[in-house]
């Protein structure tokens, strides 16, 4: 029933209104093409992007503009004349279909382009409506001569005021790349004159929204939505997945046991994430360092590993301002691909392992001879902090400068009270909404009844 409701995959159009959630984005996104700005949207990969420009056609606030759309994965680019051909057919086609034109000649470079454009304007005057060409994966231009095709869009903004027909016409520049890296030249590029419009995962209150479409009923709908948002963090793709797995009698469980369906099943989302780490070593390592909870200052302007995991949609900022894993979908993800490596790594080294060693352990094991003692790391992957991201943010509040999280607890008590450190360490370890990762449910099969801990959670 809900999963012929919700849509994971592919953009949101007219049939999918009733799972579209609105965003301050779609707000932001209007006030600017209303004031005929150019804007900028780029993004992740499924973070929406068609989708909105799908949403921007149908509002009732840009009735009297019209919408051109491009997809530039799907043009020409062997050369700059069949690239100039491509794009200016395309939009003169999509013209015609809604106005009766006379003369649009395509254009074969990039003056004749330019001319192009002033026929274009010259329609959007003729019909008293604006006119918005929406070049969506505009990160995929790579033909010869791009520089020149981007500096006219900058070149027509700039002489709006000596030539006003230009203010009939706007772009929509949307896509997954870096600006730079299609044109270094700031004097030229139509990108650092865009206003950015972001694109952010949901809040609850957006996700409790889209639940509330499947036909649960409230008290059902709260609980899904929440334990939802725990785990996609309101990535719109994967809250949309999770919404079309679960039944109409969905509890909570069912969403954990969605989660792992995911993992599981998914081939268009988590795998091309996961190459690119796997084949980025910097990046890989650099994503281990936030894994293992080190605060690292999130600055992807100043950063450019954190710039390409921010694009690639691996981090974000959490409410302090250091990087952070995106969502809990990524974090158990990345623990079970690292985990994975880390077996075939040791696979591939048992032969130097002397195997008296295992035997003997082996052995012991047989005859109860073996307590485990198990360390805070254990449950981390199941998303409880170890001791650095569990006493920080005390140490933060009293200014506590030092490294030694016993002391900043204790100095945190004195400055405080017991009963304040006891309320917050219950809330940082509270597993009401934790499940057990994979290393847990192996340790429970291990033949032994002596755990020995000083990390002591409601998981380990």
């Given at each position: 029933?809900?999963?012929?409701?919700?849509?994971?995959?592919?953009?949101?159009?007219?049939?999918?209104?009733?799972?579209?959630i609105?965003?301050?984005?779609?707000?932001?996104?209007?006030?600017?093409?209303?004031?005929?700005?150019?804007?900028?949207?780029?993004?992740?990969?499924q973070?929406?992007?068609?989708?909105?420009?799908n949403?921007?056609?149908?509002?009732?606030?840009?009735?009297?503009?019209y919408?051109?759309y491009?997809?530039?994965?799907?043009?020409?680019?062997?050369?700059?004349i069949?690239w100039?051909?491509?794009?200016?057919?395309?939009?003169?086609?999509?013209?015609k279909?809604?106005?009766?034109?006379d003369?649009?000649?395509?254009?074969?470079?990039?003056?004749?382009?330019?001319?192009?454009l002033?026929?274009?304007?010259?329609?959007?005057?003729?019909t008293?409506?604006k006119?918005?060409?929406?070049?969506?994966?505009?990160?995929?231009v790579?033909?010869s001569?791009?520089?020149?095709?981007?500096?006219?869009?900058?070149?027509?903004?700039?002489?709006?005021?000596?030539?006003?027909?230009?203010?009939?016409?706007?772009?929509?520049?949307?896509?997954?790349?870096?600006?730079?890296?299609?044109?270094?030249?700031?004097?030229?590029s139509?990108?650092?004159?865009?206003?950015?419009?972001?694109?952010y995962d949901f809040?609850?209150?957006?996700?409790?929204?889209?639940?509330?479409?499947?036909?649960?009923?409230?008290?059902?709908?709260?609980?899904?939505?929440?334990?939802?948002?725990?785990?996609?963090?309101g990535?719109p793709?994967?809250?949309?997945?999770i919404?079309?797995?679960i039944?109409?009698?969905?509890?909570?469980?069912?969403?954990?046991?969605?989660?792992?369906?995911?993992?599981?099943?998914?081939?268009n989302?988590?795998?091309?994430?996961?190459?690119?780490?796997?084949?980025?070593?910097?990046?890989?390592?650099?994503v281990?360092?936030?894994?293992?909870?080190?605060?690292?200052?999130?600055?992807?302007?100043?950063?450019?590993?954190?710039?390409?995991?921010?694009?690639l949609?691996?981090?974000?900022?959490?409410?302090?301002?250091?990087c952070?894993?995106?969502?809990?979908?990524?974090?158990?993800?990345l623990?079970?691909?690292?985990?994975y490596?880390?077996?075939?790594?040791?696979?591939?080294?048992?032969?130097?392992?002397?195997?008296?060693?295992?035997?003997?352990?082996v052995?012991?094991?047989?005859?109860?001879?073996?307590?485990?003692?198990?360390?805070?790391?254990?449950?981390?992957?199941?998303?409880?902090?170890?001791?650095?991201d569990?006493?920080?943010p005390l140490?933060?509040?009293i200014?506590?400068?030092?490294?030694?999280?016993?002391?900043?607890?204790?100095?945190?008590?004195?400055?405080?009270?017991?009963?304040?450190?006891?309320?917050?360490?219950?809330?940082?370890?509270?597993?009401t909404l934790?499940i057990?990762?994979?290393?847990h449910?192996?340790?429970?099969?291990?033949?032994?009844?002596?755990?020995?801990?000083?990390n002591?959670?409601?998981l380990?």
């Amino acid at each position: 029933m809900n999963a012929t409701k919700f849509k994971a995959g592919g953009a949101l159009n007219n049939e999918h209104v009733a799972v579209y959630i609105e965003r301050q984005t779609e707000q932001d996104a209007r006030s600017c093409l209303l004031a005929m700005d150019y804007m900028l949207i780029v993004e992740p990969r499924q973070q929406g992007k068609t989708s909105l420009i799908n949403a921007l056609m149908r509002h009732p606030a840009l009735r009297e503009t019209y919408f051109v759309y491009i997809d530039i994965t799907t043009l020409n680019q062997r050369n700059e004349i069949s690239w100039y051909k491509t794009i200016t057919k395309r939009i003169a086609d999509q013209l015609k279909q809604r106005f009766e034109i006379d003369h649009l000649t395509l254009a074969g470079d990039h003056t004749s382009w330019r001319s192009f454009l002033i026929g274009v304007a010259e329609v959007a005057i003729k019909t008293n409506l604006k006119i918005v060409i929406a070049l969506d994966e505009i990160g995929a231009v790579k033909f010869s001569g791009e520089n020149e095709f981007f500096s006219v869009l900058r070149e027509i903004y700039n002489s709006r005021e000596v030539e006003s027909y230009f203010k009939s016409i706007t772009f929509l520049l949307l896509g997954t790349f870096h600006p730079r890296d299609l044109i270094s030249d700031d004097r030229i590029s139509p990108f650092n004159i865009a206003q950015r419009v972001r694109l952010y995962d949901f809040t609850l209150e957006e996700v409790r929204q889209l639940v509330t479409r499947g036909g649960w009923p409230k008290e059902q709908t709260d609980a899904l939505a929440q334990r939802i948002h725990y785990w996609t963090d309101g990535q719109p793709y994967l809250t949309q997945l999770i919404c079309s797995y679960i039944s109409i009698n969905a509890t909570v469980s069912d969403v954990d046991s969605s989660v792992q369906r995911l993992l599981s099943e998914d081939e268009n989302h988590l795998p091309p994430l996961l190459k690119r780490l796997k084949t980025d070593k910097k990046l890989h390592e650099y994503v281990g360092r936030i894994q293992a909870g080190e605060k690292i200052k999130f600055s992807p302007l100043e950063n450019q590993r954190q710039s390409q995991l921010e694009l690639l949609g691996v981090i974000k900022k959490d409410i302090e301002g250091f990087c952070k894993i995106r969502n809990s979908i990524y974090k158990l993800a990345l623990d079970q691909n690292n985990d994975y490596e880390a077996s075939n790594a040791k696979g591939a080294n048992m032969s130097t392992i002397d195997s008296t060693v295992s035997q003997e352990l082996v052995e012991q094991f047989k005859k109860g001879n073996v307590a485990l003692f198990i360390g805070a790391g254990l449950s981390i992957g199941a998303g409880l902090p170890g001791w650095a991201d569990l006493i920080s943010p005390l140490a933060k509040r009293i200014k506590y400068k030092g490294k030694n999280w016993l002391e900043a607890a204790q100095f945190y008590e004195n400055r405080k009270s017991r009963n304040e450190l006891i309320a917050y360490l219950r809330d940082r370890l509270d597993t009401t909404l934790i499940i057990p990762t994979e290393n847990h449910r192996l340790l429970t099969k291990l033949p032994t009844n002596i755990v020995l801990t000083t990390n002591l959670t409601m998981l380990s």
